[in-house]
DNA sequence: GCGGTTTCGCTACGATTGGTATCGATACCG
DNA sequence: CGGTATCGATACCAATCGTAGCGAAACCGC
C-alpha cells in the first residue's frame, strides 16, 4: 500500500536481524566489554563503518538489539494474576536468551555518565512496557515502576551473579510474591 | 597484641580509605567507564601503579570499594520481621550512597567474562551475606539467595534507571512484600 | 645516625578499543 | 544505462587498561 515510496540509490542492506543476532552471541561469548564493535561486524560480515552508520554508539547498538529481541508482552487485561504471571514468564525467558542478561548489565553500566544513552534506554525499552503494563493490568505508574523494578532486578541480579537463568521455583515463588502484592 | 609482627622496609602507605573514597566519588561524578584508574589515583594523590600494585584490576579495586562500603548487616535474630525491615532499610541506603549503584553495575559488568573478578564479586561480597542471613534468619540458602536477588536486584535496577534512591513509600512496599514472603 | 629492606612515584610503553574521515565500489530504481 | 545513496576498506585519533624499569623515600633494628 504505503510501502511504494522507497528512496532511491542503494538500499541499506537488510541485516539488522543478522546484526542483532550477532551482536548477541558475541556478547553470550565474550561479554560486553570484549564484544567489541569490530568483532561484531566480522561476525556479520559486514564493516565496522555500516554499524555505526547505523547506531550512533556501541550503547545504542546493544539496546536496540535489546529491544528487538524482548518485543511485546503477552498480556490481554481479563485476568490480573494470570497476566502477571504470563509476564513474569516472558521476562523470564526474555532475560534468559543468551547474551540478554550480559548486554543489559553492559548498556545499564554505559548509560550512567551518558545521558543521550540513557534517553535512549528509557525511552525504547522501558517506556512501552511500562505504558502496556499501566493499561491492561490498571495500574498507576508508580506501581507499574515498582513491579518492573522487581521483576526485571531480580531476573537480572541471578543471572548476573549465577550466569543461569532462575530455576522454576523460584519464579514461581516470585510470581506468587507479586500476584499477593497486587491483589 | 598481636600486632608487633610488622615486616622491615617502608610500610604501604596507610591510604586505603582514601583511595576507596575516591573510587566512589569519581564514579559516582563520571560512571564507571569514564572513571579510568588514572583519574582515581590522581584524585587519591598516588600513583597509578601504586593501585595496580594493591589490586590486580580495575575491577578488583571497585569490589574491595563496594565491600569497605557495604559493611556488616544490623541483623539480631530475634524479630523476622524486624530484621527483614533493618536489612532492606540497610541496603537502600548501600545502594544509595553515592557512586555505589554504578560501581555495582559496573563491577557486575566486567565479571561476566571475567571468571577471576567473578570470584572475588561472589566470594568477598555476596557470601558474607548469605551467610549471615542463613544463620540469623534460619532460612535455606536457596530462600536467601531468592530474597538477596530481589532485594538487591530492585533496589539496582531501580538506581540504574532512574539514578534516584528507591523512595520511602516503595520501600515500604518492599519490605511488606519480603515480610509476607517469608511468613 | 646508618645500612637493609620494602614500598612508592614517575615516566614510558604496548595492546585494545570506541569512534571518525575518506574514497572508491556497489546495488538498486526508473 | 545513468543517477543516487549506501556499503566496504583502510587509515587514523584519542582513551584507557595494565606493565616494566628505575631511582627515591620511608621505616626498622642496630
Redesign the interface.
Known amino acids: 500500500m504505503a510501502s511504494s515510496t522507497r528512496p532511491p540509490g542503494r538500499p541499506r542492506s537488510s541485516v539488522d536481524a543478522e546484526v542483532f543476532a550477532a551482536t548477541l552471541r558475541t556478547i553470550h561469548e565474550?561479554?560486553?566489554?570484549?564484544a567489541t564493535v569490530d568483532r561484531i561486524a566480522a561476525a556479520t560480515g559486514i564493516a565496522k563503518t555500516t554499524i555505526y552508520r547505523r547506531w550512533p554508539s556501541k550503547g545504542a547498538l546493544v539496546t536496540a538489539t535489546l529491544v528487538d529481541s524482548f518485543g511485546p508482552l503477552p498480556v490481554r487485561g481479563e485476568d490480573r494474576d494470570a497476566d502477571v504471571a504470563a509476564a513474569i514468564w516472558y521476562g523470564v525467558r526474555a532475560v534468559a536468551e543468551p547474551g540478554v542478561?550480559?548486554a543489559f548489565?553492559?548498556v545499564?553500566?554505559?548509560?550512567?555518565?551518558?545521558s543521550a544513552l540513557r534517553e535512549i534506554?528509557?525511552t525504547q525499552l522501558?517506556d512501552p512496557y511500562r505504558k502496556v503494563l499501566m493499561e491492561t493490568l490498571g495500574l498507576s505508574e508508580?506501581r507499574v515502576?515498582?513491579v518492573?523494578?522487581?521483576v526485571?532486578?531480580?531476573?537480572?541480579?541471578?543471572m548476573?551473579?549465577t550466569?543461569e537463568p532462575?530455576v522454576e521455583?523460584?519464579v514461581e515463588?516470585?510470581i506468587r510474591?507479586l500476584q499477593?502484592?497486587l491483589r
Do not use: C, N, S
Not at 30 to 34: D, H, K, N, S
Not at 152 to 158: D, K
Open positions: 565474550l561479554g560486553y566489554t570484549r542478561a550480559a548489565a553492559g545499564f553500566t554505559d548509560a550512567i555518565g551518558d534506554l528509557a522501558q508508580q515502576l515498582f518492573i523494578d522487581v526485571i532486578g531480580t531476573l537480572l541480579h541471578r548476573g551473579m550466569g532462575m521455583a523460584d515463588d516470585l510474591m499477593r502484592e
